[in-house]
């Protein structure tokens, strides 16, 4: 069964994520991020901009046949739809919605901010989980 953990009171989505995805792709993780596009744009642009000596491998799923296959295993993969990936170890959710197909992989990650009705949408996807029978971790993000 998917291993689920809610990361709380994330202050800003897509600098944690890039943090997220730097430490998981050294762990030498299978990572795929999904949400809205313009999210995962963010991501994108934030992983390009990072220095050499912390560069992430990352591509978009939809393209991932423009990625040889030696380098596809190494490769942080950006979705909108999770199920379409080809990755299925660690599944983060930068999106407002259960994603689709979460339970092909081996872990989820949800990331909260302190936004308000993003709480309310996690608070939700929080309690569709535990109806289904999850196991789920609370992780309170400290402050910088």
Not at 28 to 37: H, L, N, R
Not at 81 to 100: F, I, K, R, Y
Not at 124 to 143: D, F, L, Q
Request: aromatic content about 10%.
């Amino acid at each position: 069964m998917t291993g689920i953990r809610f990361d709380f009171n994330v202050a800003d989505r897509v600098d944690y994520a890039c943090r997220l995805l730097r430490k998981a792709w050294r762990a030498g993780s299978s990572v795929v991020v999904t949400g809205d596009e313009a999210t995962l744009a963010a991501i994108d642009g934030a992983l390009w901009r990072i220095g050499a000596a912390d560069f992430v491998p990352h591509a978009w799923a939809s393209r991932a046949d423009a990625v040889p296959g030696r380098l596809r295993a190494g490769t942080v993969w950006l979705a909108t739809e999770a199920d379409a990936s080809p990755g299925h170890g660690t599944l983060v959710n930068v999106g407002p919605q259960v994603p689709v197909g979460f339970e092909s992989f081996e872990r989820l990650i949800e990331l909260v901010t302190v936004d308000e009705a993003d709480r309310q949408a996690a608070r939700e996807r929080w309690r569709g989980y535990a109806r289904r029978g999850y196991a789920i971790e609370r992780h309170e993000v400290a402050s910088a």
